[in-house]
T-cell receptor
């Protein structure tokens, strides 16, 4: 599975868009980008995933660069409940189903 | 409705004891997992079961023995507990035929070994 690099921490003002970057320069053609988050004292929660096209769901948007070497998770209107550690994971869609979590980005939403 | 549940939520015990953590999912998923999150917050896979068969065992000491009585349950039994076993243990489930990487996690069990 490709390695990812994320900033250790970020702050964002409540109501603003939170943009969380992830570098995955060694991603291979069949690997997807997945985002999970872990709110304090809870289990990880799936957010979104994508292969090469931008994706949007009720939680967030995922923007993947054309060369697929980096991506950005966007929370359009951050709330205090979005304070969490956000994990970017790159792996194949099939095969060994384990998730390999890195250190993630600790996002703090400021009131 | 709780999708993935774990019991107990907190477990405090002495070194050398044997303890079990239970996990149940009501999502109809075929695959269940155990993850360990240590004090430094690293989250690592321990085991994975698909339809009651072990498919992933990530070099976990054999003091840890998962048991899957049916595909909705995956329990974790730990023998001869050690101080280093103190961690938060998360159970998860997924439906590989639909989306193998979209996993649903339980609330976690915080194990403290004294």
């Amino acid at each position: 599975d490709a390695k990812t690099t994320q900033p250790p921490s970020m702050d964002c003002a409540e109501g603003r868009a939170a943009n969380l970057p992830c570098n995955h320069s060694t991603i291979s053609g069949n690997e997807y980008v997945y985002w999970y988050r872990q709110i304090h004292s809870q289990g990880p929660q799936y957010i979104i995933h994508g292969l090469k096209n931008n994706e949007t769901n009720e939680m967030a948007s995922l923007i993947i660069t054309e060369d697929r070497k980096s991506s950005t998770l966007i929370l359009p209107h951050a709330t205090l409940r979005d304070t969490a550690v956000y994990y970017c994971i790159v792996r194949g869609h099939f095969g060994n189903e384990k998730l390999t979590f890195g250190t993630g980005t600790r996002l703090t939403i400021i009131p | 409705d709780t999708a993935v549940s774990q019991t107990p939520k907190y477990l405090v015990t002495q070194m050398g004891n044997d303890k079990s953590i239970k996990c149940e999912q009501n999502l109809g998923h075929d695959t269940m997992y155990w993850y360990k999150q240590d004090s430094k917050k690293f989250l690592k896979i321990m085991f994975s079961y698909n339809n009651k068969e072990l498919i992933i065992n990530e070099t976990v000491p054999n003091r840890f023995s998962p048991k899957s009585p049916d595909k909705a349950h995956l329990n974790l039994h730990i023998n001869s507990l050690e101080l280093g076993d103190s961690a938060v243990y998360f159970c998860a489930s997924s439906q590989p035929s639909r989306d193998p990487v979209k996993q649903f996690f339980g609330p976690g069990t915080r194990l403290t070994v004294l």
